[in-house]
């Protein structure tokens, strides 16, 4: 592969840590992670102006790499759908339909602006 020096590979990372990472753009309403008993509590969400975890799923470890790529510089972001998570990188009609309240805004819609 031929490219520019400071082009950045982006893909998911099931369980990679983030710290302080705007990831506002590509996600929003994420659940704060607490549970009581074993059982999810959705009362808080989480901040994603500034979202950290220690176990990253694949699409929030790739909106993280996405902005951090960006914030570092990169010209160009490398991506191979086969290492990327699906619902980070676009999302159909059916889809859409079918999920009304979605956290994740894909990276196809921001990348056409």
């Known amino acids: ?11 998911a ?10 990831v506002s753009a590509f996600l929003s309403d994420l659940p704060s992670g607490r549970s009581v008993n074993g059982a999810s509590v959705a009362d808080r969400k989480r901040d994603t102006t500034r979202f950290s975890t220690g176990d990253a799923s694949g699409s ?10 960006v914030e570092s510089g990169a ?11 699906a619902n980070f990188m676009a999302r159909d009609g059916r889809m859409r339909a079918m999920i009304m309240d979605e956290p ?3 990276f196809l819609y921001r990348a056409n602006g």
């Open 1 to 11: 592969v031929v490219t520019h020096a400071d082009a950045v590979s982006v893909r």
């Open 13 to 22: 990372e099931d369980g990679r840590y983030a710290n302080n990472v705007n």
């Open 60 to 69: 929030t470890s790739q909106a993280a790499g996405t902005v951090e790529a």
């Open 75 to 85: 010209s160009a972001l490398l991506v191979d759908e086969d290492v990327s998570a």
């Open 104 to 106: 994740i805004t894909p």
